[in-house]
């Protein structure tokens, strides 16, 4: 086998394991723990504060990927998100349940942004906007094929027993670490030999980061970093109201919003294909702006469903303009990344993420206790606009 080949399949593989590890967090999670009769703001706030812990864990997590080994980082992912997960399963008491969703979140820090710099960096194409966005698009379609696999199991596993989800998604995380130790190479990539120890690597990793961000020629990266934190605040709010719409407003149960999951990744699994054909064709600013202004009329749209079908049609039209986004944003993204500190950029992105995740979600809990889930929802789309304008007016028009 080709090492190209062997590089893309590897990743496409990781692509699906957190496919289903994430199709199963984010439409299951909130209802799992109110199962067990827990208030909507504990939960909110406990995977806030998860959010929070995992920031600490960023940089020193991504001075492992660029310092020393992507390779290990990957592996002891996995094996935490294993235990983690196995966690979940087996505990029933609330503390038990918040160490294994804190664990979860700690794991996912050895692997952010460290399997896209692998991949880009041991198929040299750092620098090839077109491969990267073709790379990128794929392992979306892969992701998506998790999805359809996570949902199916939650479907099966849920009308079983309901913990039974999270010993499937365990299991899975066991078997990728299994695979990345024997599979994995780390070609095209050299380890930097610095005399001191994590901490120290972290903050060093840290600082040239948050130089090069702050550098005048990379105002482009920094106008994507503000408008996908004022995205990040909108998708993590609507994430924690969208299944409490299903299952406390429209009645379905657990398992039924399970099969409406599956249901829709196999509807937007080629999305990433029509992302890397217009990001290729019109650019970036063009795919950025006129999506996000989609995704607002859909969040809109789906706040005031009334009827279990018309908000299963906004649903998958939702997911098919986020699946682009995804795309196109991870592609600029990297575009404009350095290779040296590309898991160290990665991890600030990540950072962003669980600071707007963390803010969005606590509120987003406090919003539904005492307004309602759709008021929720509607902040939501109001969120989406502003994200939009900030890409119409702070993006340049380059491809």
């Known amino acids: 086998m080709k090492f190209s080949t062997k590089v893309k399949t590897l990743l496409y593989s990781m692509e699906v394991s957190h496919g289903i590890r994430r199709a199963l967090m984010a439409t299951l999670g909130i209802i799992y723990f109110l199962s067990f009769g827990f208030n909507i703001v504990s939960i909110t706030t406990l995977f806030a504060v998860s959010t929070i812990i995992m920031t600490f864990f960023e940089f020193p997590t991504g001075a492992i990927a660029d310092y020393d080994s992507r390779k290990k980082s990957m592996m002891i992912s996995y094996f935490l998100m294993s235990l983690a997960f196995f966690g979940l399963f087996i505990f029933k008491n609330f503390w038990f349940l918040a160490g294994s969703w804190i664990l979860g979140d700690i ?21 090839q906007k077109s491969k990267i966005v073709s790379l990128i698009s794929k392992s979306y379609i ?22 039974f989800i999270w010993l499937f998604v365990s299991i899975s995380q066991m078997f990728m670490f299994f695979v990345v130790w024997k599979y994995m190479e780390e070609r095209n990539f050299k380890p930097e ?23 005048k020629k990379n105002r ?25 719409l299903f299952v406390q407003i ?4 657990p398992e039924s919003l399970s099969g409406i999951i599956t249901i829709i990744a196999g509807i937007t699994i080629l999305s990433p294909l029509i992302a890397e054909k217009i990001a ?66 990665g991890s600030i992105s990540n950072v962003i993420w669980a600071i707007g995740n963390a803010i969005s979600v606590f509120l987003a809990g406090l919003s539904v206790y005492f307004f309602g889930v759709v008021p929720t929802l509607i902040i939501c789309g109001i969120l989406v606009l502003v994200e939009a304008l900030i890409y119409l007016f702070g993006l340049k028009n380059k491809d």
């Open 142 to 163: 892969f992701e998506k094929g998790g999805h359809i696999i996570g949902g199916l199991a939650g479907l099966i596993l849920i009308s079983i027993n309901f913990s």
């Open 250 to 253: 429209l009645g379905l149960n």
């Open 220 to 244: 482009e990266l920094r106008v994507l970093m503000l408008g996908d934190f004022v995205g990040i605040l909108a998708q993590s709010a609507f994430f924690v109201g969208m299944p409490l």
């Open 280 to 345: 290729n064709t019109k650019g970036i600013k063009y795919s950025l702006v006129l999506f996000v202004f989609l995704e607002s009329l859909f969040v809109f749209g789906f706040s005031l469903s009334n009827s279990v079908i018309f908000a299963i049609i906004l649903l998958a039209l939702l997911n098919i303009t986020l699946e682009i986004l995804s795309v196109v944003g991870d592609s600029a993204y990297h575009h404009e990344f350095d290779s040296k500190i590309r898991a160290s950029l």
């Open 193 to 215: 030999k610095v005399q001191c120890n994590y901490l120290k690597k972290s903050l060093i990793k840290a600082k040239e980061s948050f130089s090069f961000i702050l550098h």
């Open 107 to 127: 794991a996912w820090t050895f692997f952010s942004g460290c399997s896209s710099a692998w991949s880009i960096d041991a198929l040299r194409i750092g620098k």
